[in-house]
């Protein structure tokens, strides 16, 4: 079989809509506070915030070469 558009192997890329990321992690916190942060699922938990954060731009950092440092 011989496929003229190569574009069709390679899968559609996610989006990630901010403003569900950043509910999720708050809704997270929440989860985490109740459960007290010494709980192994609090780790678990704190571990996909912690990924969830990173996905929303933060105004408060600055961008210098390939770092970015939050002030």
């Known amino acids: 079989m011989i496929i003229s558009d190569p574009s069709v192997l ?3 890329t996610p989006k990630i809509d ?3 990321a950043r509910w ?3 809704y ?3 989860m985490i506070e ?6 192994p699922v609090s780790l678990v938990l704190m571990q ?3 990924e ?3 996905l929303a731009p933060t105004t408060s950092a600055t961008v ?3 770092l970015r440092i939050a002030a």
């Open 48 to 50: 996909a915030r912690r």
């Open 18 to 20: 901010i403003s569900e």
């Open 28 to 30: 997270l916190s929440l």
């Open 34 to 39: 109740k459960l007290g942060p010494e709980s």
């Open 24 to 26: 999720a992690a708050e």
């Open 52 to 54: 969830l954060v990173s």
């Open 10 to 12: 390679l899968p559609e």
């Open 64 to 66: 210098i070469g390939p």
